[in-house]
């Protein structure tokens, strides 16, 4: 799944994703379930806390 | 008519500028008329612009980013308007027109922080209660009563030195003693 993609699944711009997955910024627990939800998995998995 | 993101900033800055160009001539003809008119109009066809976009403006890292911005934005502000406030007043003995910019930066300031606190607190508690007809009513109220006061205070022309026969007289009773600076 491109960055494109998984930011129109989740709702947000794609730039967030970026910066998610650089570890730059901390999602509301919406996003991180939205996100979580559009990769097939869950919240825990996904994210390290 | 569908628009992307790029398309729509496009748009937007050329707008903007165009506006802008607008403005100024406006201004140097001095009507005033017109940079009304267009603010509506052109926040108007923003608006409508911003509808034809497909896919997303702004999500919530960028609410976060803006709602810091606006926090420091407004206390650089708000210090900057102390300073020049300040300086302006003690500089109004030598003219009076000191005086009306360091009230209009201090008003301006107050207007600031009364807003930011307002929306602070609907933001905080009363968006969630059923008060919030109520609450609105009552903050525009004061700030309409804020803006009357205001602007009968800088646009009355009362209690202040006017130049007249190369001497300052009194207009009212000024609080401040006459300019320094040479009266032509």
């Known amino acids: 799944m491109t960055q494109e993609e998984l930011a129109e699944k989740s709702g947000v711009r794609r730039e967030t994703i970026v ?28 994210f390290i806390f | 008519m569908q628009l992307t993101l790029k398309q729509y900033n496009f748009i937007r800055i050329i707008t903007v500028v165009i506006l802008a160009i607008i403005f100024g001539q406006a201004i140097v003809i001095k009507n005033f008329l017109i940079p009304v008119i267009l603010l509506v109009v052109g926040s108007l066809f923003l608006m409508y612009l911003r509808k034809q976009v497909k896919g997303i403006l702004a999500d919530e890292r960028d609410y976060v980013i803006a709602g810091k911005a606006a926090l420091l934005t407004m206390q650089i502000w708000s210090w900057f308007a102390v300073i020049a406030m300040f300086a302006f007043l003690a500089l109004s003995d030598r003219d009076p027109v000191y005086q009306a910019i360091g009230m209009t930066i201090s008003f301006s300031v107050c207007i600031f922080m009364l807003l930011y606190s307002v929306i602070c607190r609907y933001y905080n508690k009363i968006k969630f209660t059923d008060k919030r007809l109520l609450f609105s009513a009552f903050i525009l109220a004061i700030f309409l009563a804020f803006f009357i006061v205001g602007g009968l205070r800088l646009f009355s022309g009362e209690d202040n030195w006017v130049c007249k026969n190369g001497q300052w007289v009194s207009h009212g009773n000024p609080s401040s003693s006459a300019p320094t600076a040479e009266c032509k």
Do not use: M, R
């Open chain 1, 19 to 46: 910066f998610l997955e650089q570890d730059k910024y901390n999602p509301s627990l919406k996003l991180a379930h939205d996100v979580a939800n559009a990769l097939k998995t869950t919240i825990d998995k996904l």
